[in-house]
């Protein structure tokens, strides 16, 4: 009996673990493929965030100089780019994500492909006027 719970705790945590968009994720520049940025998805109450934590690309040290407001200026390391995203079903909507290479703000939602791809989805208006990411989860 013992070995039966501890079988069927082992593949809830895999399930789990497979289902969430909380943990770090690699990014990749759309026409060079080259690894840009690391980002950490986090959980606060029922809500998702997403902060750099590490740039590939550029200077460390930069600022979003092209942000507004609060962000105007702030270390590119650290600056929340997803904000307010929430479980819907298999996806996760009604957010926004920040581009701080032009500090445009747009509507946002993200899918988790598999378990190590998760699809980033950023538009304006309708979901079909943006751009698609595709970030690799970092082993």
């Known amino acids: 009996m013992k070995h039966l719970f501890f079988l069927v705790l082992i593949s809830l945590s895999f399930t789990v673990k497979g289902q969430s968009i909380i943990g770090q994720w690699e990014t990749y520049d759309d026409k060079t493929?080259?690894?840009?940025a690391l980002i950490e998805i986090y959980k606060t109450d029922d809500v998702y965030?997403?902060?750099i934590v590490n740039k590939y690309i550029g200077e460390k040290n930069s600022v979003c100089t092209a942000c507004e407001g609060d962000k105007?200026?702030?270390p590119m390391i650290g600056l929340v780019i997803i904000e307010d995203i929430k479980k819907d079903g298999k996806e996760y909507?009604?957010?926004t994500i920040l581009d701080p290479e032009s500090g445009d703000v747009y509507s946002c939602y993200l899918?988790?492909?598999d378990d190590n791809k998760l699809k980033v989805r950023g538009y304006m208006?309708?979901?079909l006027?943006?751009?698609t990411q595709y970030w690799i989860r970092k082993q």
């Open 72 to 74: 105007k200026d702030k």
């Open 125 to 127: 208006g309708v979901a």
């Open 111 to 113: 899918k988790l492909v």
């Open 33 to 36: 493929n080259e690894k840009k």
């Open 93 to 95: 909507n009604d957010g």
């Open 49 to 51: 965030f997403a902060k």
């Open 129 to 131: 006027l943006g751009r």
